[in-house]
């Protein structure tokens, strides 16, 4: 099956992969699809890792409707029509990727998996789909756009115009092309789930925290100990153009000041300055939508921060078909937030999306199959992608229409 991802090669941006790629290939041998990597994660990170991971903000209200707004709607697919030649290459931005996905940014993902920002890039190029590096990641930009030249960055952003510019600047000058700006993340929300599970940035040294690492070795010397052997306490790097604070302190803290001051006039003179695609991540309504697509927006992405910012904000799956009626075609409409199986991704795609974006699952695989296992989660969605649309009776993304969609009550 040529459209499916298999070919995907581990690289030596992830030599533990390639040294015990037969260990490793054992170890997930019985994952079946993304879901299945959420267990071994969860036994494999210390505890305040995988919460940090699994959690959302306060009640988790927003991140279980993710998950159940796609239960909500189900198929209703076309029969006899010759789907065999079909395939689920998808372009944007004027370059063609092999599948309509792609991951999400996420942050300090060097502490899951040995070097994980690169580990995610290089498997994601391998696949010929895009990944968007998190500004709140702890390998410099730099390293990850040189093992992996066709990722995008994502900034969060202060409301000052020096320090945006100076990482414009910075960001401009190691070659990434496409910038995502998320725009929901004006103050620090309540994770009570953080602090329940022990977890902080910095991260401060404790009795407890130090139990969490003796009781997961595998975690403490495939991931910690090569990391500090190697290139010492990592840093915050790219918050802004100099190098932010270290993962591991007890009494440093990070700089998230004048988040709250951001607004369209930062956006407006970012469009001006930043000559590559412009991507609005975080934007929920629809005149907040055509708004930033007046800007020069190339694209925007809908999302409600994997239900890490507001509680009880809706799914993006509730809010897309408007968003997209919305902006019509001036701008690249995307969404994220929920997705786990094929199917999640067609829903996605026939009630408008141009492109989706899934985070979580690809961290659990970085971080108990590394490069291999990302490689192995990108090839398990895009066949069930694959198997889908021949079920569907699609066999171009183009094909699909919005009445093979219905809603209906999900099961209790």
């Not at 930009?141 to 990482?167: C, H, M, N, T």
């Not at 007890?250 to 000559?275: G, M, P, Q, T």
């Not at 902006?327 to 690249?332: D, I, K, P, Q, Y």
Request: hydrophobic share 45%; charged share 20%.
């Amino acid at each position: 099956m040529a459209e499916t991802l298999a070919s995907a090669k581990v690289t030596s941006h992830d030599k533990s992969s390639v040294g015990a790629s037969r260990s490793v290939r054992r170890r997930l041998s019985k994952v079946l699809c993304l879901d299945d990597f959420e267990p071994m994660a969860e036994s494999y990170l210390p505890r305040p890792l995988f919460g940090y991971i699994a959690g959302a903000s306060e009640t988790n209200l927003s991140l279980t409707d993710n998950a159940k707004s796609f239960a909500e709607f189900g198929f209703r697919p076309r029969v006899l029509l010759d789907v065999s030649a079909r395939h689920q290459r998808t372009s944007l931005f004027g370059q063609t990727f092999a599948a309509p996905f792609g991951i999400a940014p996420m942050g300090i993902s060097a502490m899951m998996s040995y070097r994980g920002d690169v580990v995610l890039a290089a498997a994601a190029q391998s696949a010929n789909i895009p990944m968007i590096m998190s500004g709140s990641s702890l390998i410099p930009l730099e390293d990850v756009a040189k093992a992996a030249p066709a990722s995008w960055f994502q900034a969060y952003l202060p409301g000052e115009w020096p320090r945006i510019e100076a990482l414009l600047d910075r960001v401009e000058a190691a070659g990434f092309k496409t910038l995502v700006i998320t725009v929901d993340v004006a103050t620090l929300p309540s994770r009570e789930n953080n602090v329940r599970n022990g977890f902080s940035t910095p991260l401060r040294p404790t009795l407890a925290l130090l139990w969490q690492g003796l009781t997961h070795p595998s975690w403490s010397i495939r991931t910690l100990a090569r990391t500090l052997l190697n290139h010492g306490v990592p840093h915050f790097e790219n918050s802004f153009a100099t190098r932010g604070a270290p993962i591991i302190s007890r009494n440093v803290s990070r700089d998230f000041s004048k988040r709250d001051h951001l607004d369209w006039s930062h956006l407006e003179k970012i469009r001006r300055r930043w000559n590559g695609n412009l991507v609005v991540k975080g934007v929920m309504r629809p005149e907040d939508a055509v708004r930033a697509a007046s800007i020069g927006a190339d694209g925007i992405i809908i999302s409600n921060h994997g239900g890490r910012q507001l509680d009880g904000t809706v799914a993006p799956l509730r809010v897309l078909p408007g968003i997209v009626s919305a902006v019509g075609s001036t701008t690249t409409v995307m969404v994220d937030g929920g997705i786990r199986r094929g199917t999640d991704v067609l829903k996605a795609l026939i009630l408008g999306a141009k492109f989706v974006f899934i985070g979580r699952p690809f961290l659990y695989a970085a971080s108990v199959g590394g490069q291999f296992g990302v490689a192995k989660a990108i090839d398990l969605l895009s066949k069930e992608i694959h198997q889908n649309m021949a079920l569907l009776g699609v066999s171009h993304l183009d094909d699909l229409q919005s009445d093979m969609l219905t809603r209906f009550a999900a099961a209790n």
